[in-house]
């Protein structure tokens, strides 16, 4: 079979995958909600590997406490969109990427202007706890193939890392309390889906400070640019508690959901 024209960039993946492979990461729609510490790097590990669409889904600005942890946080991009400085990144890489961004927070009251069947894979790499039980129940009852991160925060131990079905995810707090969730509200995920996850659970051992940054959003500010409705919210304020994490975890959350979609996409 002759050769196609694939792209220079993805060379070296055209030549472990092959290039009826490459045809079918190119074809692929992903959406990915929250592009935070897990979020920002499954984007980049699929634009890297050719997956021809992705759609990003975040609500937030870059904060400068985002620095250590999220692929498009520099000292350069606090308090820009997050999806518009990664979609900046993104096409870095791959200026023929179609990047898709949203700005908004995924709930209740959004998920309607979501076309979840329209997409081959969800990622879910949300924070909110209510609204990872909407998007996780919403979203397998789609077409789609839904993946979900657990949460990757107090966690330093890289090879403790797991991928496991979600109702077989052990040691992590999130997959627990979402079960919970689940099971109180007697509403159930419509079908099986894969967890990234740790049991690795450590303690916070230092103590919250302000960033002190002018150019941040915390505490709220409303001439921050992007969505004026939205001017006046930041997670960080509205959380119960602000764990500690890094980068070399969450990063690897966020790379090993990219690795899914590629290996679903070479059994195909």
């Known amino acids: 079979m002759a050769q196609k024209n694939i792209s220079p960039i993805f060379n070296r993946a055209q030549l472990l995958?092959?290039?009826?492979?490459?045809?079918?990461?190119?074809?692929?729609?992903?959406?990915?909600?929250?592009?935070?510490?897990?979020?920002?790097w499954c984007a980049e590990g699929l634009v890297r590997s050719g997956i021809g669409h992705v759609t990003i889904v975040d609500s937030d600005r870059v904060c400068i406490t985002n620095v250590n942890r999220q692929l498009q946080a520099t000292s350069l991009t606090v308090g820009m969109v997050k999806v518009d400085a990664l979609k900046a990144r993104l096409l870095e890489i791959n200026p023929s990427a179609d990047i898709e961004t949203h700005q908004q927070i995924f709930s209740a009251e959004t998920a309607e202007t979501f076309?979840?069947?329209?997409?081959?894979?969800?990622?879910?790499?949300?924070?909110?706890l209510q609204h990872k039980v909407?998007?996780?129940?919403?979203?397998?009852?789609?077409?789609?193939?839904?993946?979900?991160?657990?949460?990757?925060?107090?966690?330093?131990?890289?090879?403790?890392?797991?991928?496991?079905?979600f109702w077989k995810v052990q040691g992590c707090p999130l997959a627990k309390m979402l079960r919970k969730r689940f099971r109180r509200l007697k509403i159930f995920p419509a079908k099986k889906f894969l967890c990234v996850y740790?049991?690795?659970?450590?303690?916070?051992?230092?103590?919250?400070?302000?960033?002190?940054s002018d150019r941040c959003v915390c505490p709220k500010n409303a001439d921050a640019p992007g969505d004026t409705d939205l001017a006046n919210h930041e997670w960080c304020s509205s959380k119960a508690v602000i764990n500690g994490s890094l980068m070399h975890i969450t990063s690897i959350f966020g790379l090993t959901l990219a690795g899914l979609v590629i290996q679903e996409a070479s059994r195909s």
């Open 17 to 40: 995958l092959g290039t009826d492979v490459m045809d079918r990461l190119a074809s692929l729609r992903v959406i990915i909600f929250g592009v935070g510490g897990v979020g920002s």
């Open 115 to 128: 076309n979840l069947d329209s997409y081959d894979f969800v990622i879910d790499c949300i924070d909110s």
């Open 134 to 165: 909407q998007l996780i129940e919403i979203a397998t009852r789609s077409s789609a193939t839904l993946l979900s991160s657990m949460g990757a925060a107090l966690k330093v131990d890289p090879t403790r890392i797991r991928v496991a079905e």
């Open 198 to 212: 740790s049991d690795e659970v450590l303690p916070n051992r230092g103590t919250a400070a302000a960033c002190g």
